[in-house]
C-alpha cells in the first residue's frame, strides 16, 4: 500500500509559477513510476507528466513541454511537479500517481495509487 499526499496548490497570475509536491508513504518508493495527472471541471482527466521507476524515461504531455519539469527526490519520498509558465487553461486538480516498476504510462488505468488532489487556479 502507498500513501500519496500532494500539497503546493493555489491561485496564480498567468505566466506565474507553483511547484507541486506529492509525498509517498508505505512502500519502497524508489519502487514506482511516479505520474502527475489533471482534471479540470467538466471534463476528463488528462496525462500532465511522468517517469520510470528506474528514472530513466520522463515523458511529458505536449500541452506542457518545455514548461512542467517533474523530479524526484527518494531521500524525502517525494516527487514534484515545477510548473512555470502558467496559463489560464492549466487550471485544474492535479493528481499525483504511483505504478510499481512501471514505465511511466500516459494512461491513468495503469496507477495503483492515487493522492486526493490539489487545485491549481491560474487566472487571466
Known amino acids: 500500500q502507498v500513501q500519496l499526499v500532494e500539497s503546493g496548490g493555489g491561485l496564480v497570475q498567468a505566466g506565474g509559477s507553483l511547484r507541486l509536491s506529492c509525498a509517498a508513504s508505505g512502500r519502497t518508493f524508489s519502487d514506482y513510476a511516479m505520474g502527475w495527472f489533471r482534471q479540470a471541471s467538466g471534463k476528463e482527466r488528462e496525462f500532465v507528466g511522468a517517469f520510470s521507476w528506474s528514472g530513466g524515461i520522463t515523458t511529458y504531455a505536449n500541452s506542457v513541454k518545455g514548461r512542467f519539469t517533474i523530479s524526484r527526490e527518494n531521500a524525502k519520498n517525494t516527487v514534484y511537479l515545477q510548473m512555470n509558465s502558467l496559463k489560464p487553461e492549466d487550471t485544474a486538480v492535479y493528481y499525483c500517481?504511483?505504478?510499481?516498476?512501471?514505465?511511466?504510462?500516459?494512461?491513468?488505468?495503469?496507477?495503483?495509487?492515487w493522492g486526493q488532489g490539489t487545485q491549481v487556479t491560474v487566472s487571466s
Open positions: 500517481a504511483a505504478d510499481r516498476y512501471g514505465r511511466g504510462s500516459n494512461l491513468d488505468s495503469s496507477y495503483e495509487y
